[in-house]
């Protein structure tokens, strides 16, 4: 157990210093030293694997969250990982759907591909009237043509906000 714990400090010295990990025949064929190797082996496999559940995780969830299918991201990184490593989740991270917010009239939670809230029929994504462009609910006017905007509650602050006579 000793000859194993040298060997892999051995190991670690010589890999952190550059010089070769086998720097000799002799230690090349030492038992001590392939354990060692083997050992390495192993842990930096554990490693990988542990990482691979990690991430497996991490996509399940994040695309439940995002409403999207976790089943179905969670297959497509585990089926590329013993060719790609970890190229799934470079996928899933580019193409995930932003996260859901909350409704502003209702606080029913939307999906940010939504146009209309399903619950309350707020207009999540208003547009122009003349162009047709999205604009925020605070503009005032068309940011792409200057046609001037009638926010959502200027009818009902409009009226019991009118200037007195
Ligand atoms: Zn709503
Ligand atoms: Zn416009």
């Known amino acids: 157990m000793l000859a194993l714990v040298i060997g ?5 010295h010589n890999f952190r210093t550059g010089d070769p990990i086998f720097p000799d025949e002799s230690l090349r064929n030492d038992p001590a030293t392939s354990t060692a190797g083997l050992i390495a082996a ?9 990482a691979l559940v990690l991430t497996l995780g991490y996509v399940y969830r994040d695309a439940r ?5 976790p089943a179905l991201w969670t297959l497509l990184v585990l089926i590329l990982a013993p060719m790609y490593l970890f190229i799934g989740l470079v ?12 409704c502003p009239q209702c606080s029913t939670s939307v999906s940010a591909r939504f146009n209309f809230c399903p619950n309350c029929k707020y207009n999540l ?6 162009c047709q462009q999205e604009v925020s609910d605070t503009d005032k006017f068309c940011p ?22």
């Not at 969250?65 to 299918?69: A, E, K, P, S």
């Not at 996928?91 to 909350?102: A, E, K, N, Q, S």
């Open 42 to 50: 192993i842990f930096a496999g554990m490693l990988i694997f542990s």
């Open 144 to 165: 792409y043509c200057g046609t001037e905007l009638k926010p959502a509650s200027a009818t009902e602050t409009g009226s019991t906000l009118k200037p007195t006579a």
């Open 8 to 12: 892999v400090a051995v190991n670690l």
């Open 91 to 102: 996928i899933y991270l580019l193409v995930r759907d932003p996260l859901p917010y909350t």
């Open 65 to 69: 969250r995002r409403g999207m299918n």
């Open 125 to 130: 994504h208003p547009a122009c009237p003349q």
